[in-house]
């Protein structure tokens, strides 16, 4: 059967993600933490950071989300708005359950308070806000989208070896289960916006590769700078 014009846009969009995906795929040993945690071998004062480095990360990233969302609705792309509405709301979740892990690293209120955060883990929330403002709100569909399935890499075997080695309960772990479980309804409105910046001639890969590249390496230098603590 000859595909509609709709099934081979689609079918476009599809392999744009997947390409971007694997073009943008960390190397292997560029993440020096998760396996120090994976062996139990990480200090929890790394495990402290990463938590409380989440705490001002999150609702930054929240933030930035909404901004791409208004910029997107005021642009008329109403798929990139929903899309990054919905990265909105699970920043809100994923706040919620930082509590529990925070708890679980012995982080008092009083010491979150205090806590200053490091310039490498911050480069990554930074670089987001600049893209909120300053990026086609389609590729930066892209370039995160591409970005985010190497955190939920991460986060599933972070939570994996949280319960193994260190005994966090489920509670404690939620966090990184939020991030590592599938997520079909978020990657659908992922495929739709970008689908709709095709459509529409608002995205430019290159330009979404490089911007995807850079959150790697954003997010290498979080992992990093956490590692010199462990």
């Known amino acids: 059967m000859t595909p509609t014009p709709r099934e081979r846009?689609?079918?476009?969009?599809?392999?744009?993600?997947?390409?971007?995906?694997?073009?943008?795929?960390?190397?292997?040993?560029?993440?020096?933490?998760?396996p120090l945690v994976a062996d139990g071998r990480a200090d929890r004062r790394a495990l402290a950071a990463l938590a409380l480095e989440q705490c001002r990360i999150i609702p930054a990233d929240r933030r930035s989300f909404l901004h791409l969302a208004a910029r997107s609705g005021d642009t008329g792309m109403p798929a990139c708005a929903a899309f990054f509405g919905a990265l909105a709301e699970g920043e809100t979740v994923a706040l919620d359950r930082l509590g529990p892990l925070l708890a679980a690293c012995e982080v008092?209120?009083?010491?979150?308070?205090?806590?200053?955060?490091?310039?490498?883990?911050?480069?990554?929330?930074?670089?987001?806000?600049?893209?909120?403002?300053?990026?086609?709100?389609?590729?930066?569909?892209?370039?995160?989208?591409?970005?985010?399935?190497?955190?939920?890499?991460?986060?599933?075997?972070?939570?994996?070896?949280?319960?193994?080695?260190?005994?966090?309960?489920?509670?404690?772990?939620?966090?990184?289960?939020?991030?590592?479980?599938?997520?079909?309804?978020?990657?659908?409105?992922?495929?739709?916006?970008?689908?709709?910046?095709?459509d529409r001639e608002r995205v430019t890969p290159p330009t979404a590769l490089r911007q995807g590249r850079l959150l790697q390496d954003y997010e290498e230098m979080f992992w990093g700078s956490l590692a010199g603590l462990a």
């Open 9 to 34: 846009l689609d079918s476009t969009a599809h392999g744009l993600l997947e390409d971007a995906t694997a073009r943008l795929a960390p190397k292997p040993h560029t993440n020096p933490l998760v």
């Open 108 to 198: 008092s209120a009083e010491q979150a308070a205090a806590y200053v955060p490091m310039a490498g883990c911050q480069a990554y929330p930074a670089y987001v806000a600049w893209l909120a403002l300053n990026a086609e709100p389609a590729d930066a569909v892209l370039a995160l989208t591409a970005n985010f399935a190497a955190w939920g890499g991460y986060c599933a075997m972070l939570a994996e070896a949280l319960r193994a080695r260190y005994g966090f309960s489920a509670d404690a772990c939620g966090f990184f289960d939020f991030f590592a479980g599938p997520a079909p309804d978020l990657d659908r409105a992922g495929l739709a916006a970008l689908q709709e910046g095709i």
